[in-house]
């Protein structure tokens, strides 16, 4: 069978990623997820709604895990100060750590993950935008919950306001708990570990970390037990979208391949001559071109020109002029 694919478009889908686009994509990717929980910030009394709504679900089964962990936090510093320190810094230093793994020496692999990972974090910014959720801490004190990031805000860089520096607490929308990215972020990490880690210790982290982090987020009065379920589905939802989103991006990079080769295929082809003088051709002895056609073979320009000169013959008879042109036509 004939094969019609356009050359270059294998070369341009199974392109290494490079860097310099890889980057500027990821800080557009965060950028726009930054901006978007900015712009959601939603109703405060909504917000409160949402948190007590799934308050009364998580104790109507049992769930609220998040109490008797959050009294631990506060009562053990030891325990509280390097969970705020957790929350406040992996978040945003481990991800990039593992795609940077990734891109250097599980190249194969990057683009899947990275793909997944964007996804996932778009459908995040659609919860936020929906459901806007007061976080534990937030709630009035009669709830039971104490905010451990303001109570241990000494030994860090961060104040009352969530994991934002101090005086940055506007730049942050605290009402963003629903479902918890830091969550779905640490088990995508720990995914890529312990799928492509070569090491046990590797493999080990790679189920340590959504644990813990699972743990903090809850222990510090960020989210509770029921955001990190939705963090985990969240990721879940990412996973099964990251095929069809792959297959767009290669069919759009394909299309772009073909646009890029079209004009050098129309020429390929000979659909035009790209011959200054379009046939014209001079002759030994001639000054001015005559335009001729070009033949097939050389016997046939050969058979022409006797025939021309029979023809031009006074002596050449009907029967001549006949043989001359089955000749040619042959």
């Not at 995508?188 to 644990?211: D, E, I, N, S």
Request: net charge positive; charged share 15%; glycine share 10%.
């Amino acid at each position: 069978m004939r094969r019609t694919d356009v050359p270059g478009t294998e070369a341009v889908l199974r392109a290494r990623p490079r860097w310099w686009t890889e980057l500027p994509l990821i800080l557009l990717v965060y950028a726009a997820y930054s901006a978007g929980r900015l712009l959601v910030r939603g109703d405060v009394s909504s917000a409160v709604d949402h948190g007590l709504g799934i308050l009364r679900i998580e104790k109507a089964f049992f769930l609220n895990a998040e109490h008797p962990l959050n009294r631990l936090f506060t009562r053990e510093p030891w325990i509280g100060i390097p969970a705020d320190f957790w929350y406040a810094s992996l978040h945003y230093l481990v991800t990039p750590a593992i795609l940077v793994w990734l891109f250097r020496s599980r190249t194969v692999r990057y683009r899947a993950a990275r793909t997944w990972l964007m996804a996932s974090t778009f459908i995040g910014l659609i919860g936020f935008t929906l459901l806007p959720t007061c976080p534990p801490r937030l709630l009035s004190a009669g709830h039971g919950f104490v905010d451990t990031m303001a109570q241990y805000s000494d030994y860090g860089w961060w104040g009352g306001e969530a994991s934002a520096p101090r005086g940055l607490g506007g730049m942050t929308n605290q009402y963003a708990a629903m479902p918890s990215l830091h969550v779905g972020w640490a088990l995508w990490c720990g995914v890529m570990l312990w799928r492509y880690g070569r090491t046990p210790l590797a493999k080990t982290v790679g189920v340590a970390y959504p644990l813990i982090t699972t743990l903090v987020v809850m222990g510090t009065a960020n989210h509770y037990f029921l955001d990190a379920l939705a963090g985990a589905l969240v990721m879940g939802a990412g996973l099964l979208l990251t095929a069809p989103v792959l297959r767009l991006a290669d069919t759009a990079r394909a299309r772009l391949g073909v646009a890029r080769l079209a004009p050098v295929t129309t020429v390929s082809r000979g659909t035009g001559s790209s011959i200054v003088s379009g046939g014209c051709q001079t002759s030994p002895g001639e000054r001015i071109p005559r335009q001729r056609k070009a033949s097939a073979t050389p016997g046939a320009e050969l058979g022409a020109e006797q025939g021309g000169e029979q023809g031009a013959r006074p002596e050449a008879s009907p029967a001549d002029a006949g043989d001359s042109a089955t000749a040619t036509a042959r």
